[in-house]
């Protein structure tokens, strides 16, 4: 038997996305943000308040970083959607966090999350926080990157957000192979 829970914002998984971009003083800023995803081949979507010190900026800049949030740093990331910018100017350095440039936007790119998109700003509704953004480059540290290139979720550690539960949870078992397993059942 199935319960209805009714219309809510309840779905797996939602990544655990940590934006990063330069204020007008070229200091860090970042948040958390769990409702997005990829919306075409080369482009992101995220719902996005803009009264958010990171939306602020990245709206100014058109330019901005999004990291996966990772196991290995959960209370880090978790922190960044806690505290608002607005209210603690230096909310980047107390995390823990550092950054350095990325290589292919004017944007932070955050030192300890091993893997991060490169963005610039498509379109935003100020009304609905709809933003979409370009993809222009994806990178990742080789050390979670496997011997053939490729990323490895075992070492990349990246979370989810469990909104029933309020938890965030590290994925990573492999159910199955993609494109594959489902042959077994073609007539």
Known sequence: MRKDLGAKPLCYPQPVFIIAAYDEDGRT????????????????????????????????????????????????CDYLGIVSGNDVPDKFERSGFHSEKAAHVDAPVICELPMALECSLSSYDPETGSLVAD?????????????????????????????????????????????????????
């Open 29 to 76: 800023q970042a948040m958390n943000a769990a409702w997005g995803g990829i919306h075409d081949t080369e482009e992101l979507y995220m719902c996005l308040s803009a009264s958010h010190k990171t939306v602020k900026c990245l709206l100014a800049k058109k330019e901005f970083t999004v990291s996966m949030g990772t196991a290995e740093y959960a209370a880090q």
């Open 135 to 187: 993809i222009i480059n994806v990178s990742v540290d080789e050390k979670v990157m496997d011997e053939q290139g490729k990323v490895d979720i075992g070492k990349l550690r990246p979370i989810t957000f469990d909104p029933f539960n309020m938890a965030y949870v590290e994925l990573g078992a492999k159910a199955g192979n993609a494109f594959s397993d489902g042959r077994a059942l073609k007539k």
